[in-house]
């Protein structure tokens, strides 16, 4: 089974992670450096080989902030970012700061994340008090909202980028089995209430002394989940620009308005991202009960769509929103001369793993002996790529972090989804199915 590390962990002979996003990847890569899991042997699975085009963590972009409400996050980014800065992928990390905007309840949220950075000390901020205030900073032709900050000791990174080099460091360790399968079960034990590695979809079974879920949004699918985690549907459009509009806009900072929840990050390969950082598309689907042995039961939960091109094509109601968000920033690029819309070329609704906090989760299973799940990204784990597997392992050897006690356990019970409170960091629309969104499209076809 492996080495006793203390009287509740053993250190386990095998690992088998499920995901290779920033959780399961930072977890393999976490393992293979700390000698305790020099003589554990670890299977890194995959539903597609990678990079994962439909994964959470593969994108052109993602923001690195230590702006959060919470101290906690703003501490750990802030050492993530240390990291961005000097030896973690530096190449592709942009410090080119975030303007945070917002009006409204949101307010609280910006407030909190102002003094949390102020108490950093950078001293790269300056509050924004009217919208002259936010045009200025951001360089836009028009400001979207009219309070904030900026912190300039904010940036992006290019996330695929990132994950790619992360990828390429663990294969040159070659301590690695990267597999390409779909886990279509947890190999339980229904009389001893063990986990013991895996069923694949082609018929292979994988064992392991402990399992590691990090399946993202599709986390729900291989557990009962249900009023502790699910998956929430995002609108993305791109726009294409020419390379002067992209040397134009390539060092203005990111522009977040936290109560619309739209944002846009600077460009990179050719490409403008807008984006929502709101509370998201749900797809209620009906599944297999998956930790039931009895076929017939079933569970309803929130899942990304079960084909990847289905999450291709937005919600009419989503690209408007973003069009409008930037038809106001930057009327000149969202118009031909001919006062035509310029066509996104590219739509994506991408997937978060909501909790009930927005905390993540990262923890034994409580009933499971032998599972550990790590997710819960909640639309904010990226920039923590170059410390989240080390405090994954802390966690799997029984050291949740003194920050992060009672935020990434287990939570003491399931609360039903429309009284989750989140981080309070979303903005724009609550409620909405992304199957009533779709439909709202193809009536009007
Ligand atoms: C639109 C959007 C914008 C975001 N912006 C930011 C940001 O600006 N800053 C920030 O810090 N964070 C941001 N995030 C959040 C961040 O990207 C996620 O929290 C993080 O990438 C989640 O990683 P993950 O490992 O949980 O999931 P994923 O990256 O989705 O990885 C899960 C993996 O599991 C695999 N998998 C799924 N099911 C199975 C199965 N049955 N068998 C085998 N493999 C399986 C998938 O193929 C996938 O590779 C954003 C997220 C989205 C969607």
Request: glycine residues 8%; aromatic residues 8%; contains cysteine.
């Amino acid at each position: 089974m492996g080495l006793l590390w203390s009287s509740s962990v053993t250190i386990p002979s095998s690992v088998l992670i499920i995901g290779s996003g920033v959780f399961g990847l930072s977890t393999a890569y976490s393992l293979c450096k700390n000698p305790l899991f020099d003589n554990t042997s670890i299977t890194l699975v995959d539903r597609q080989p990678f990079p994962s085009p439909d994964g959470s963590s593969i994108d052109t972009s993602r923001i690195v902030r230590p702006d959060y409400a919470s101290p906690p996050y703003t501490r750990l980014a802030s050492a993530a970012q240390s990291l961005w800065r000097t030896t973690f992928a530096p190449q592709h990390y942009h410090e080119n700061g975030l303007c945070i905007t917002a009006s409204g309840s949101e307010e609280k949220y910006v407030s909190s994340s102002l003094a949390n950075v102020q108490a950093l000390g950078t001293g790269k901020i300056e509050v924004l008090k009217n919208s002259d205030d936010v045009k200025r900073v951001t360089g836009t032709e028009n400001a979207s909202g009219s309070a904030g900050y900026i912190n300039w000791s904010s940036g992006w990174v290019d996330a695929e980028g990132a994950m790619r080099w992360l990828h390429s460091k663990i294969s040159q360790l070659n301590r690695v089995n990267f597999l390409t399968g779909t886990v279509t079960k947890l190999l339980i034990n229904h009389t001893t209430h063990a986990v013991s590695g895996a069923h694949l979809q082609d018929g292979r079974t994988l064992t392991a002394s402990l399992t590691i879920l990090s399946a993202g949004a599709w986390t729900p699918s291989l557990l009962d989940l249900r009023g502790i985690a699910n998956a929430t549907g995002q609108v993305l459009v791109y726009l294409p620009i020419t390379p002067s509009e992209e040397s134009r806009l390539a060092t203005l900072p990111t522009l977040l308005n936290l109560s619309t929840g739209l944002f846009l990050i600077p460009p990179s390969q050719g490409l403008l991202k807008i984006a929502r950082h709101g509370h998201g598309y749900a797809n209620p689907t009906t599944i297999p009960h998956p930790e039931s042995a009895n076929p017939s039961d079933t569970i309803t939960v929130s899942l990304p769509p079960h084909s990847a091109s289905h999450s291709q094509s937005v919600p009419q109601e989503g690209e408007s929103a973003c069009r409008a968000f930037l038809s106001h920033v930057y009327p000149s690029l969202s118009y031909t001369s001919s006062s035509s819309s310029r066509p996104f070329t590219k739509t994506r609704v991408c997937w978060y793993t909501d909790t009930q906090t927005g905390d993540f989760l990262i923890s034994y299973h409580p009933k499971y002996t032998g599972l550990f799940v790590a997710t819960g990204g909640s639309g904010h784990a990226f920039k923590f790529l170059p410390v989240i597997g080390d405090k994954i392992v802390e966690c799997v050897l029984g050291n949740t972090p003194e920050d992060f006690r009672g935020k990434w356990e287990w939570p003491v019970k399931r609360v039903s989804e429309e009284l989750w409170e989140g981080d309070g960091s979303r903005g724009g629309p609550i409620g909405m199915v992304l199957g009533e969104e779709m439909a709202k499209i193809e009536s009007k076809l």
